[in-house]
């Protein structure tokens, strides 16, 4: 299995531009899940999914949107990039009625300037 | 879920055990104690979690206290390599949604 894989690993955009950051899990997880880590700081969560078709919002959703059309896929979208944004995303997945490990990514270095 | 308090920092001599203590004053019954730990920028990692009773596993031993309020993650010989900011975490069990709940952690130097 390769786990949790996410593109790209570093990204560079400039303020309004829009992008998604990739994230895949081949141990068919149902739960998925965005974070977003600032210098210094804890994991805070953005968004995350119990299944494909059901996503809902955690602590710091605004400026992003995502979708969950397949089990595997969990894509996050940013669409006008601002600066508050600058930080590294990392994606997770956990099986159904898990109790057990959190997987998490590598993550996605994200600058906007 | 319950809210947890970790020392900012602490320090262990290579070979020697880390004892990383964790305050969890407000668990309820149904939640569990994990504890993760995340190396340099890499995605956090698990290492173990328990409900009431001590567990152990490859990497660490999680005592938990009695009444549930406290916690200690054991690291019994540590390495360079266990430099790390280390992460306890109170997650409700059954029927929630499983997200964490990450606060800043204890960063672990282990010097030589």
Request: proline residues 5%; aromatic residues 10%.
């Amino acid at each position: 299995n390769a786990g949790v894989t996410q593109t790209p690993k570093f990204r560079i955009l400039k303020i309004g531009q829009s992008m998604t950051l990739q994230c895949a899990q081949d141990m068919n997880h149902n739960y998925m899940y965005w974070y977003r880590q600032d210098p210094g700081m804890g994991l805070k969560l953005i968004y995350y999914s119990v299944g494909a078709g059901i996503t809902d919002k955690g602590e710091v959703p605004n400026g992003y949107n995502v979708s969950r059309s397949t089990t595997e896929d969990f894509p996050l979208r940013l669409e006008l990039a601002a600066p508050s944004q600058t930080s590294v995303y990392f994606c997770a997945s956990i099986e159904a009625g898990g109790l057990g490990e959190q997987y998490f990514g590598p993550g996605t270095r994200l600058t906007v300037t | 879920d319950a809210k947890t308090t970790q020392p900012t920092s602490m320090d262990c001599a290579e070979g020697r055990a880390a004892n990383l203590p964790c305050n969890h004053s407000t668990i309820s019954g149904n939640e569990y104690v994990y504890w993760y730990r995340q190396i340099h920028s890499q995605g956090p990692q698990y290492i173990i979690h328990g409900l009431k009773n001590n567990e152990t596993n490859e990497m660490a031993s999680l005592i938990i206290t009695e009444d549930r309020k406290s916690s200690t993650l054991i690291l019994p010989h540590a390495t360079l390599r266990d430099t790390a900011v280390y992460y306890c975490i109170v997650r409700g069990g059954g029927g929630s949604n499983y997200k964490l709940t990450f606060g800043k952690g204890t960063l672990l130097t282990v010097n030589p």
